[in-house]
Each structure stands twice: as C-alpha cells, then as structure tokens.
C-alpha cells in the first residue's frame, strides 16, 4: 500500500511533537520538511528520517498533506496556498490571527474536497474528552469559571512579540474559547476588560461571556502570573456538583453532598497522549484515508478566532456587550 | 474593673462562636441572651455561663454592647434600635439586606459615640490579612480570578429562603464583596449574569468587576455546587507571580520563574482564629475600651450591600455595566 | 432526671475540649474541676460553670465519673485512686507511661463495675472509622506504612520534657499503636531503630512490625519534622488498592486499576466530630448510663502502652524482635 | 567528526526512550538495533533512522556503544558479552537478577577500559539531584520514610514473571536502593518482612534499614497497591525540617516551624528531563568522549542488587538483621 506523504512547514518544537507521533503511524511517511531557518529543517528532518524542501514549493509538491506548523501570523498564507494546491491541511492553532483571514481560508477550503483540520488538540485530550461526556450525559452545566495563564512571555523569546503570535490570547488562550465551544457550545456575546502591565500588549485579561444555551462563564487569561500549578482549569457548576479539570492531568468531581469527590489522574499517561496530540494525528489521517469530514474544521477554527478578536474589541472599545453575530441564533 | 456588659440577640450558631471566644476575654462578661426560641436561649445561656433575656428590650436594657447574631433580615430593625438605646454594637453580616436599609443604619449610627462594628470576619483571618499585606508590600495586583460557592442550600434549611438570607449572595458571597474592596479598593462598576437552576431564586453568578485603581476582576458564585474544596479561593495575578487563597486554611504564591511556589498552611490554628472570628472580636472589645474606631465600619457594611444589590440589578436589568454610584471618583 | 455530675483534675487544653462538648450534652453536668494551678481551674471553672475543687479529693467527692486530664505522667496515680473511690473514668491517653503501671490500672479497674475508658479519640474520628469498615468489610489489608510526626518539641515547652510526657511516643504517637490494633488486630513482634538530634531524648523513629494475622508494616515518628501536613498518615496497600488517611481530614483510596481515586473530605466537620473527641464522650456517658462496656478499655490502654515500651526497648538493646508476649496468639 | 556508532540490545519501551534523546545528540549515531523480535526491531529501526541487525554479534561489530535494554534477565549475559568486546556499555538497571552475577560483571568490567554505566536515571532526575545537594548542603538528615509501589503487574504482563524481571524488587523497586545509597550513603544492615497475595511471587515488602552514618529507614514497596499517586515518595526528617519528593513531579519542604512550606514542580519539564533520562545518556556519552568515569558505576550497581538480595533472604529466613558484608566498614 502506498503511504500517505506527509510534508511539514516549520520545524519547531510542535512540528517535532507531530512527527514523531506520526513516525510511529504505519499509513504515513513524513516526506519533506522546510523551515526558513535550514539548520532547523536538516535536524528535523534527520530525526524524523526525511528530506529537507528548500522551499514552500517544493514541501508541496513533495506531499499529499501538509502541517503548517509556523509561527501563528504566517497561518494564513500557506493554508491558503496548500489548499489552493488541493493538499490535505492540518493548521496548527490558531488558524488566523485575524477574523478577515480566518474567513478566506473558510471560503477557500470549504470549496475542495480535501480535509482542513485545525490544531485544538485539548478536544481529544482524556481530561477534556470525558469532561465533554460527562456534561453530555450526566451533569447539565450552569455556568463557568475558567482560567488560563501563562507564568511569562519571556521564554521563547517570540512569545512576547504579538507580530508573531498574533496577541497572547492568540497564542494558548485561544485553547480556552475552542474549548468553551466544544463543551457549552456558541457564545452568544460577550464582554472583556484588560490591561497591560509586563509586556507591550495587553496582557491581562478579564472576561463575562453569555452562551446560547443560557450558561454564563467567567474567564481570566493573564501573561504574567508566574508558574503555579495549575494554569489551566476549567471549573463547571452543575446540579449540585462541581467538575473540574486541572491541565490535563486531572478531573476532579464531586460524588453527593457529603464532601467526597472522585479524582481522575492521567499521570500515567505520555505527554502526547495526555495533551490529545496523538489522537488528533490518528483523526487526521483517518479523516483523509477514510474519506470523512475532520473533527475539528475550519469553521471551528473561525469562531475560535472571532472569539478572541470580540474579546479585543471589547477592552479596546470599552463599550457594553459584543454580539457574536456570525453564529447564527439558536 | 467593671466588666463590659456583652448581650446576644440570636442565639443560633455564629452566637455560640462569638460566647465562646468572648468567654475567655476576661474584659467582658456575657450577661443576657435573647432568641425568639426560648430553648435556644436556654440552652446558649447555660452554655455560656448567662441569663436568657425575654425580650429584645430586656437584652438591650442588661447590656452595654449587643451583638445581632438573627437572621440577615432582621439585622436592620435590631441595629437601629440598639444604636438608638446608644449600646456599642456588633452587627453580624450582611449589616442589611438592602441599600436603603443599610444607608439607614449607617445615618443612624453616624451619629453616635458607640462603636459599630459589621461581622465581616474574613478581614482577621491570617490567609486574608497576609494576602493583603503582600499586595500592599510586595506585589501589585493587576487582576483577579475569584469564587465563592456553597455546595447546597438545603442545611440549615433557611439558607434556602430568601426572607431569611436576604437572596443567596448576602449569606456567604457578601464576604467576596467586602474582601474585594479590603484587597483592591473600590469597585466603580460592574456587570452580572445569573440564572436559576435548584432553588426558588437566582443561585448562580458570573460577574465582571471594575475597580478605581485599574484592576479588573472575575467572580463566580454558584449555590448548588457540591462540596468540593476550596469551597472560597481568591487568585491575585501580579507581575510574574500568582498568590493564591484555598478558603482560610492556604495562601500559596509562586516565587521566581522557575516553577516553585511557597504555601503557608493555617492547619494548625483553632478554626476560630483561622477564621478571624477570635481577632474580630478582640478588636470590637478594644474599639470600645479604647474609644477607637472599629476596623469594620457601617460603611463598609453598607458598600457591601450596594454591591451585592448592584450585582442582583445587573442580573434582573440585563443592561449594561452598573456604575457604583455612590462611592467617591478616585 | 438527676445529671451525671463530672470532675476534672487537670484543666487544660484539652480538659476544655471535652468540658465544651459535655457543656452540651443534657445527661451530664459538670461538677469540679481541680488543677494544681489554681488559676487555671478557676478560668475553666467559669467557662463551664462550674464549681472550683480545691483538692483532688474534694473533685472525687462531687463527681460520678472523672476525667483525668493531667501530664501523662499522673495518670496512673490518680486513675487508681479514681477506681478505687468506685467513679467512672475517662483517662486521656496514654494510660500510663509503664507497662507495670498500666497494669496495674488495668487489675484495679477489671474487679469494679465501673467504667473506665482511655482517650484514644482517634477510634471515632470519621475517617478512622470508615477507613476500618472497608478494612472490614471490602479490602483486606495486606501491609502498611504509617508517620506520625510533631513539627517540633518546644511549643508548648512541656512536650519536650520526658518527665512530663513519659517520653515522645507517649504524648501523640501512642495514638498510632492504639490505631494499627484498631486496624489491623494485634502485633506479635516488633523491632525498632532510634535515633537522638534535636532534644533530650530519642526524637526519631523507624520501626518495623509482624501482626498475628501475617500483616506487616512500617511506621516512622519524628519529634522534628517541621509542620509540614500531613503530620500524620495511614497507608494501607490492599488488594489492588491503596487507602490513605491524611490526619483526620480525608480518606483517600484508588478504584480500579485505571488512575481514578475517590477522596472523602472531612473538611467541614468542626474539629471535636473529626477528630473523634465528642463521639468518644457520648460513648463514655452512653457507656455509663446504659451499664455497658466502655468502646475504648483498660486492656487497650495496657497494650498501646506495651507497644511503646517495646519500642523504647527495641531501641535500647539492638537487639532483634520484641516478642508481645502478653498476647495470648491467635 | 567521526560518530559514535550505539547500538542496541532489546527494542522495547526504554530503548525507544533513550534512542531518541539520542537522535538529538550530535555526537552520536545510532547504528544497529537488535531484538530477538525481529518486526519489533525493524519498528525502532525504522522511526531511529537505523538498521537492523540480525544477531548481537552483528550488533556489537557495528557498534562503539552498546544500550542493553533487554528484560532484567538477560542483563548479566549480554553486558559480559558486551565488556568483553571492549564495547562502552550502559546496562539498564538492574545491572544483574543475582548478586553473584552482579559480581561477574562488576569483575569483567572493572579489568576494561570501557565506559560502563548503569542506568539508575533518578539520580539525574532534577527533584532527585536537588534532593541530594539539600542534603549535603544544608540538612543533615535523621531519618527516611519512603515508598515505591507499582499499581499491579499486568500491565505489560511480562512485570508478574520473575523469570523476566527476576523478582518484583528487581523491575523498579531497585531505584529506591540505589536512591538510598546516593541520598544516604551505603547500608550497614537490614531487615525485612513480606507476604505473598496477588501474584506467583513475594508482593508486598516491609523493610527496616540502618546506614554507616547512623541514619535508619523504613521503606514499603507493594506490587499491587492500585495506582494512586504518588507511587513512588520519600520523606527525609531533618533538624525542624521534612523534605519530600512525590515521585519525579515535586520537591517539597517545610520552612521554619510556622507551618510554611516551599513545593518545587518540574510539572514544566519534558519527561526525558523529568525522570533524567535525557541527563544520562548525556553523561555516559560524555565519559566515553572524555575518557572520564561514568556518573553511575558497575560497583553501585552491584550494590543495588546487593540490597534487593538481601531483602528477599532475610523476608525467606525470617532471621535477625542482614549485614551488607560486603560495604567495608566506615
């Protein structure tokens, strides 16, 4: 059987994560690896066991599917240009740094036949995935109280400069709205307040959002916080019960009224597996090979995107509530 | 020395936690003790070594200082008539349960030379005073992630009846309230979202907080949660570092960029010093002997209730962001 | 109905715990109270109303049942003299602090129909409880490992003064002999290693031992831990399973073999329920009144007490296994 | 630069581990890798970027360097086989399932030239090596609490077959020896009780030990204690202090007597890093580039296995203490 070839467009640190996921994927072989910066694509490309492509070109030509898997503000170009080439797509997160470039690579990719999957792993994640289940089935959420921090922007360096990320909220926080979604479903509007204080943007962030379904959410998104376990939680309050998750190292709820909770670990678990990595690879490559729509597409990639440009739009304007108005009413 | 003539009106549970610390400050004595249930009173009376006082008049008459331990709803009527009878007074919190009333009690005692002091105990404890010594000292606060929950309302049975709490944010929630503006100043204006799941009023929140100084801040309270610990927990983004409540037992802040955090346990302390309870009380017993101000004024009562209101009329208006009138620009 | 009248000798901390708890129970009244500091009795005797005893006769003379609550190092001396005057006893742990004393408290005791119960309050504590129901009922221990530390011997001064505490492991880790017996049944051997650092005595432990149902564990003591929590833990390995008690605030233990755990927190007991202490007084007055056996005997105190002393000795003599000779094997 | 050619022995989880860390290590080439399961090879061959070789012989001649990373029993074979064709050799632990072949290899490797390093990874892991330097720097320790469990022995089911493995304490419980001997200096004796109860071997392990410098130990190490973190935990009492580890996550110790604590996370840290597998295979690189000993010698692993010997004799005899003749005497 002919493998799938598989081209990657950036040779950093979540390219790696990827590629020796999917060396261990019989379906594929990874077939070409460009990076403006060579040195790094040679390294990469002898770890994976794999060509260097001296240009975009040439990785797409060499591919049937491609991960961009660049800097975040340099997505929509080469998502763009891959699916224009009718080359499989799987775009890290965030799709587009702005809402005008998320729509282009919807409309382009809507049109082809070929999957466009976009990088939220935290769905596929154990802690996530059951946490979904289990307000799917057992627990109706009233409302939230979420946060996700990062300690500094300081390390890698390029963290810190929104012409490369896009914002911070563009960078992890964008996580947190895609999860919003696949757990409450749409927003309806929402409302923000934020300031600058450590870096040359706005980098703490407070949020008020409404959902369709009448959930009302709390989030806090700060770029200076320091390390402290954990910067991720999600907490949901349900009929007398609160489900928390923790990273993706745990979920925690409680059982009754009597003070016990249950406490899930996924200590025991690889990173990659831990983190939803490997499974959102394996998802990928089925979508392709079998012929079904990916799980994550470019319309969630798109609201992910409107979301975190309402939420600057709101401390920018300092007006009352944004109306997300893209989603169509309920 | 004479010793100070301490009465109780209420005789229920945080009565018994007052005459218990009171019972060893050798400066008062407990000397009448008055509950529309007249066992309850008997029973607390031979507890604390006291004698039952068969009307609110008789209690006032017997004592030089009266602590109001009824229900929140009655704490208006009872506070007006001990300040009145020009007795130093202990209010429990909330001082009342409307802003109209609270303004009220605040013109009455005003007025007098008797000190009036509001239960707002979370001020004394260690976890809190240190908390704001640190972001007085040492860490500025740039926002704040912050919830406070009751997992039920069923026990005691009258937590679930808004004649007697006043609405769900007025039994525990207040604390949030006065806490906010003890750790960052004033609020200037806020918004809120709320819905109605278990009980027979609104009994989960999600607020958005603007403060004088600049900071933002975001508040969940739920009060169907489940009894999961921390049932309270403040988090305080500062400049590279995060600090941390778990109710009053932990204060915990990460140090440095390296991952390591310090956690400052109050495991060992009595719950009534761990609480502030023992340090509240002291401090109305100086206030009074020393003729000093009291630590936890009627305004601070009343700002508390207008915030909870303010909360409860964004809720019930779903307009825009409710300015804090009342309180002086910066 | 006449109330069971009650003495104190010895009006100390916890003197006043268990005095606060029978302040509420209607069957009991408390009756004297002596201690050599004269004024220690008198503010105890105010907070309980109750009446001063100028001699440790006159509180035998007033009282039904009498608690013994001085220096480890007086319990025998007046434990006879309580038994020998026909009272009821409760005497805190440790019995005594020889095996010889405490038998003969346990051959004075056995002839009298009276009660006489020990202090091993932890028995109650609801996690000691429900940990020894699933011992019972659902996991059959195989081995475990137990610490019980204090921070440190210098607050209150006492603790570190043998001639008052019998010695460390008489003052707090008795409380973990009287708990492998409560667990796990009796020790047939045990063997021991100490070592002296900080104070004037043998202040860190190890120990080893075999119990007649094949059951072995680990127990380590240290005198100068640092307060670091938990202070004191159970660790039970059972049958594809763990259990853990952390102090007397939560009982820990894995389900299945995938990463899950359930965790029942203690945290809003107030302290008298979850560290056992007013259950152990209603047994001690249901015990009383109802002429049945006491929950906690003199055989039990006699056999922690032996379990001390063969540690100590284990220690002294480097010697191999102490054989428990006194018990009869299974 | 010519590469140093490393081949590998045994195809299985941990050869994946170390090869690519390798992978990355420029020095270094990956040469031939050997399993006597040939589609399992051609698996890891395939993702290194290597070759196949169809025995150890062909093995050893296209290698510099050789990883053993074969099941425990075949240890002692391959690395005298290994020694004796001058290849450098890091052995996974445990370097031998006897101590008498422990012996042989110490005996070959020591006539060598050769690096030869036993893979004992947690002395690299950072919570590990920071536990070490606050021993030696700043808190003399008393005495140890420590644990290691594994949930069960199913999973890979070759853990339940000693004829694999060569006993449960050889497969992880062996880090714990050695992490004693690194933290504490060597054994001087010890004493051990265990018991049988889920698997075709001893399961549970009590375990008494003294060292050279007077410390004493209690180690528990149960194979079927279900899987509640932290498996693996070692508490070091010092002057007014507690040092804890929780397996390879964090570092904890308690601060002046105050109830503070400091807890270090390496919960940023990749697993490689973690668990100081990446630190290893650097330095056993290292010695072989720089002609110096390895960090981990074929004496501590000897030792190792020394100390898990002498566990099962004294658990089979059932006799007084076992003295580590072979340590000289201090």
């Known amino acids: 059987m002919t493998k799938l070839k598989i081209g990657f467009i950036g040779a950093g640190y979540i390219a790696g994560v990827h590629a020796s996921i999917l060396a261990r994927d019989e379906r594929v072989q990874i077939a070409a690896i460009h990076d403006v910066d060579r040195d790094r694509a040679e390294q990469m490309a002898r770890t994976a066991g794999a060509e260097v492509a001296h240009s975009v070109a040439e990785a797409l030509a060499e591919s049937d599917a491609i991960y961009i898997t660049t800097p975040n503000t340099r997505h929509t170009e080469l998502a763009i240009l891959a699916a224009e080439e009718r080359k499989h797509v799987f775009c890290e997160k965030p799709m587009a740094t702005t809402v005008a470039d998320a729509e282009r690579i919807e409309r382009v990719t809507d ?4 999957v466009f999957q976009v990088g939220h792993n935290r769905r596929f994640a ?24 990062r300690g500094e922007l300081l390390n890698p360096v390029w963290t810190g400069d929104p012409k490369v990320t896009g914002g911070f909220l563009f960078e992890t926080t964008i996580h947190m709205f895609d999860m919003m979604r696949f757990l409450f479903g749409e927003v309806s509007s929402l409302q923000a307040l934020g300031s600058s204080h450590e870096y040359a943007e706005i980098d703490d962030f407070s949020v008020l959002l409404k959902f369709q379904s009448g959930l009302h959410a709390t989030l806090a998104s700060s770029a200076d916080a320091g390390w402290l376990f954990p910067f991720e939680r999600v907490e949901v309050f349900c009929h007398h019960a609160t489900i928390v998750t923790r990273e993706m190292e745990t979920l925690v709820y409680s059982e009754g009224l009597d003070g016990r909770h249950v406490e899930r670990s996924m200590h025991q678990l690889a990173k990659e597996e831990k983190w939803g990595y ?13 012929r079904t729509p990916p799980p994550v597409t470019a319309i969630d990639g798109l ?23 893209s989603v169509p009413s309920a």
């Open 278 to 290: 490997a499974q959102e690879d394996r998802a990928f490559i089925d979508a392709i090979l079998n």
């Open 111 to 114: 049109k082809g036949k070929q």
């Open 303 to 325: 609201r992910s995107v409107e979301l975190v440009e309402a939420v600057y739009e709101s401390v920018r304007t300092g007006r009352g509530w944004i109306e997300m108005k």
């Open 126 to 149: 154990p802690v996530y995935a059951e946490l979904r289940r289990m307000l799917s089935e057992t627990h109706t959420p009233h409302s939230a109280h979420i946060k996700m921090n």
